[in-house]
T-cell receptor, first 115, second 115 residues
Framework: GAVVSQHPSRVICKSGTSVKIECRSL??????MFWYRQFPKKSLMLMAT?????????EQGVEKDKFLINHASLTLSTLTVTSAHPEDSSFYIC???????????FGPGTRLLVL | DQQVKQNSPSLSVQEGRISILNCDYT??????FLWYKKYPAEGPTFLIS?????DKNEDGRFTVFLNKSAKHLSLHIVPSQPGDSAVYFC??????????????FGKGTKLSVKP
């Protein structure tokens, strides 16, 4: 149980284009979903927290207009990297948690490469 | 300033022996701690957790110990297996702190189990 999927697993795009990453909880309803970014040899950095049906809460330093997050249902959250630049190249990971539970279950991650 | 610290970036252990991964935290308000295992280019996998009201939690080969006075926790893996080779992340959170379950991660320790 508690399976989270992400799509796509890998994407290469041109600078200036937008990329959408989907995160789905497959066998449970996720009241809260989280988006992380991992730089090489660094820990996971929380980018934003989203609750179904409400606006995402962004961490300090994360541009909300650049990283658009939509949590339209209890099983789906999307992260759109708008006008991507090479410095946005990274490994993006989502996680989901069930109401009243602290444990977050992570997706497999999406490798983004912006050329 | 890092609130969760994993001071050993790497650890090498012989198969069959015990692996001990350490984690220190600075925020005494943290009341829930988790360990995740991560392979390259994959999302973290939840391993085991512990509430601050306990000092030990065991699940199969994995045991987590919590020393609140020292603000220290450790993950013991015994016996270690080559398949345990991965990066292990320690994470902490405040259950009732209004942080929506945000996890604060350490930088990870890379465990190598040699046959």
């Amino acid at each position: 149980g508690a399976v989270v999927s992400q799509h796509p697993s890998r994407v290469i795009c041109k600078s200036g284009t937008s990329v959408k990453i989907e995160c789905r909880s497959l066998d449970f309803q996720a009241t809260t979903m989280f988006w992380y970014r991992q730089f090489p040899k660094k820990s996971l950095m929380l980018m934003a927290t989203s609750n179904e049906g409400s606006k995402a809460t962004y961490e300090q330093g994360v541009e909300k207009d650049k990283f658009l997050i939509n949590h339209a249902s209890l099983t789906l959250s999307t992260l759109t990297v708008t006008s991507a630049h090479p410095e946005d190249s990274s490994f993006y990971i989502c996680s989901a948690s069930i109401a009243s539970q602290e444990t977050q279950y992570f997706g497999p991650g999406t490798r983004l490469l912006v050329l | 300033d890092q609130q969760v610290k994993q001071n050993s970036p790497s650890l090498s252990v012989q198969e069959g022996r015990i692996s001990i991964l350490n984690c220190d935290y600075t925020n005494s308000m943290f009341d829930y701690f988790l360990w995740y295992k991560k392979y390259p280019a994959e999302g973290p996998t939840f391993l085991i957790s512990i509430s601050s009201i306990k000092d030990k939690n065991e699940d199969g080969r994995f045991t987590v110990f919590l020393n609140k006075s020292a603000k220290h926790l450790s993950l013991h893996i015994v016996p270690s297996q080559p398949g345990d080779s991965a990066v292990y992340f320690c994470a902490a959170t405040l259950r009732y702190g209004g942080s929506q379950g945000n996890l604060i991660f350490g930088k990870g320790t890379k465990l190598s189990v040699k046959p």
